[in-house]
């Protein structure tokens, strides 16, 4: 039997004629849908205004002003170029490939010169290095500025209880309804808070501003993670954030879409609804070669826009709109009043008291506002900011009347 089935396999498989077809079942499968995978539709935030970044070059300024004087304007003081020591080849090599980095990824080649922390190995810097390289353009909601903003600037830390509370009384006292706090990044979230509180209490609302000292030298790359918490902690107690100001404002740093995107996001994150002001500026930059111009950085939707370095008595507010900012006709403007001249008080003294510099000021905030202006904000001092004159400073939380 054994037999017979090995000679019937063997016929089977060596077999020169092919096997009969078996019939075979069909199995049918059943059809299984693949899941249909849609990611959340996150809408973009709808244009009301577009984004402005502009610099015209002013060559005749003879037609901007009501008086003969045309000098009055503000320097910008050099500073030593800070050496870079190098001292082995991969040194050289670091130095090299950070170089042509900075130059493909910075507008504002003149700001990295002289900030010393934007070297190889400054772990701030380098986070800066990273968000620049993996930026996401961000436009936020179109928030509206609110009507009649009459701002004082500036408060920083840190304080004199007494001055600040006398301050604040006189200010309120004078129909102003706002305060602008200034931090350059060395402080503490609580002292930023601290600040908005006593703002608050005194019955005026906040507003805040990142941009330090005047000088080149002072490095705007404080680490993202730190500026962030600063941003976190102040943003939702105030009503807008001005994005240029002093060390950021565009005559020392032309901010680069990524470092703008940064600080209106951390902003709006934890304050949806904060106003956002951009910043027009007429005088000199890093691009301008000497020469006056007037550059315009306003990101998509902004709230308004700064008019920086105008807010003078030698100059017409009409002819000043017409001429200066006409790109800016249909987007509301505040304007920085400065008074009778740069350093008022200390460098070019006029010897006149704080209330008739005041007075002037006043003045100032009055023409430009009939002139169709939205709102003002106002220096406490004379914008010199201690430079001539320690004791005389725009703290309003510092130098009494």
Known sequence: MRKLFLLLLCGSLF??????????????TATVPLP????????????????????????????LSDLSDKSDTLAIATVPVPKVVI???????AVKEL???KTRLFRDQRNLIYDSTAAPGNVDFAAWLDLYKNHTPYTGAYIPLQDGVRMVAELRYPIDEKVLADNLTFYKSKGYNAVLITFDGSEE??????????????????????GGAEDLKLSVFIHPHKLQRLIAALAPKCAGMLLHWRRT????????????????????????????IGESYFGKNAETKGKFA?????????????????????????????????????VPKLVLVLGEKPYYA???????????????????EERFLAAGAAGTVTLHGDGSNGLYNRNHTDNLGATSR
């Open 15 to 28: 077999a020169e004629e092919p096997l009969p077809p078996v019939a075979m079942a069909t199995v049918k």
């Open 36 to 63: 249909v995978i849609r990611l959340a539709e996150v809408p973009l935030p709808e244009i009301k205004l577009p984004e402005i970044t502009t610099v015209t070059f002013v060559s005749d300024l003879s037609d």
């Open 87 to 93: 001292t082995t080849a991969a040194d050289m090599t």
């Open 99 to 101: 170089r042509e980095t």
């Open 189 to 210: 979230p609580y002292h930023l808070t601290a600040l908005a509180d006593k703002v608050t209490a005194a019955g005026l609302k906040v507003w805040y501003a990142f």
């Open 249 to 276: 404002s565009q005559h020392l740093l032309l901010q680069d879409r990524p470092f703008a995107d940064f600080l209106i996001r951390s902003a709006r994150e934890v304050n949806p609804d904060l106003q956002i």
């Open 294 to 330: 007037v550059t315009t950085s306003v990101p998509a939707n902004s709230s308004g826009v700064l008019l920086q370095n105008v807010g003078y008595p030698f100059y017409n507010p009409a002819k000043v709109f017409d001429k200066l900012f006409a790109h800016l006709r249909d």
């Open 346 to 364: 200390t460098r070019r003294r006029n010897k006149l008291s704080f209330e008739q510099n005041w007075q002037i000021k006043r003045s100032i």
